[in-house]
């Protein structure tokens, strides 16, 4: 009866997300829950909406030297771009499921990374892989090499969000998200999601099974911990965990729990800045920490769900994803 229950919550949330309707335009207000955040964003800075029209956003990549933003539409199957000059583009598709078999859900791409070599790597959820786009940045093509597919000779479920680290280790995030019929798909190979770490010899390492639907992943800039959202309904939560010096993780705790929040919305996609302050799509909006864990302040959003974020290497500018929208704010 508890594997039902779960799995029926999790359909109801995909549905009532992906088939959100928003009568108004969504807008958003800058909750200064402290005086640090003053020094990150301006009292005077504003949520603007500047692309629609989409299914579902997720998986936002700024590119500095093309002032571009990939964004991932998970149901269309597509990652278009966005630049000041052009608006909204499709950048490639198929760009997560390229079986010629006919299916529904989630079965796009979600994260986006840019590799050091100008090599895009994406997380697909349809075809169950984390893969390379076997083509350049500014001539995209559907040609994909898989980076990581499987663990223990077992296919991954649906890789969700990913992060490279300079020395070139993957950290990666596999919920069940990309599956047509839940959580209980009988494709499921893994008998849990799991959080796996890939060394540069392509060897993979399952790091955490306990997390019910790891979303999610990042790792603070002096590389000692890494963070880890879980979009599960009943354990709003994002948690940390130690590195160790080859990569692997001890002393697992929690980061910061708003399970009690009755906002719409689930611990989902984050970024981080290189101070260490965290932008973490949540609850109601994007929850902004300090690096020690304390909640500074809020983006918080009225008639939309937030998905995740992207931050310019200045810091100067956020994007947001919010299901039918992308929007921005204007930080300094």
């Known amino acids: 009866m508890k594997k039902i229950i779960l799995q029926l919550f999790f359909l109801a949330f995909i549905v009532s997300v992906y088939a959100q309707e928003v009568k108004a335009p969504p807008t958003g207000i800058i909750e200064f829950i402290s005086n640090e955040l003053s020094g990150i964003i ?32 998970i149901p269309a199957n597509t990652i278009y771009k966005w630049t000041e000059a052009n608006g909204k583009e499709v950048y490639v598709t198929p760009a997560g499921y390229t079986d010629s078999t006919k299916r529904g859900g989630f079965m796009g791409p979600n994260g986006l990374v840019l ?19 076997d083509a350049p940045i500014n001539s995209p093509k559907s040609n994909f090499v898989t980076v990581a597919g499987a663990y223990d000779n077992k296919r991954l479920n649906s890789p969700n969000d990913l992060f490279l680290t300079k020395n070139g280790d993957l950290y990666f995030t596999d919920p069940s998200y990309g599956f047509e019929k839940g959580p209980r798909d009988p494709k499921k190979e893994l008998a ?23 979303n999610g992943i990042g790792i603070m800039p002096d590389g000692k911990t890494l963070l880890v959202s879980n979009s599960d309904g009943r354990k709003k939560r994002w948690y940390s965990y130690e590195l160790n010096s080859d990569g692997s993780i001890k002393n697992g705790k ?3 729990d708003a399970s009690s929040e ?19 799509t949540g609850p109601g909006g994007v929850w ?4 020690t864990g304390k909640l500074i302040g809020k983006i918080k959003m009225e008639g939309v769900t937030v998905s995740n974020c992207a931050l310019t290497p ?19």
């Not at 009755?262 to 973490?280: E, R, T, W, Y």
């Not at 902004?288 to 690096?291: A, C, L, R, T």
């Open 42 to 73: 301006k009292k005077d800075s504003k949520v603007e909406i500047i692309a629609e029209g989409f299914q579902f956003t997720e998986g936002p990549l700024w590119l500095e030297k093309e002032k571009m933003l990939l964004v991932s539409d």
């Open 115 to 133: 590799t050091p070599e100008g090599k895009l790597w994406i997380c697909q959820h349809g075809d169950r892989r984390i893969a390379m786009m």
């Open 192 to 214: 849990f999601n799991g959080v796996y770490k890939m060394n540069k010899s392509g060897a993979i390492t399952l790091l955490i099974d306990s997390i019910d639907q790891p």
């Open 254 to 256: 929690i980061f910061y």
């Open 262 to 280: 009755q906002a719409p919305g689930l611990c989902d996609g984050f970024k981080i800045d290189k101070n260490g302050n965290v932008f973490a």
């Open 288 to 291: 902004i920490f300090n690096k």
């Open 314 to 332: 200045d810091g100067k500018m956020l994007y947001i994803t919010a299901v039918q929208y992308l929007m921005r704010v204007k930080m300094r």
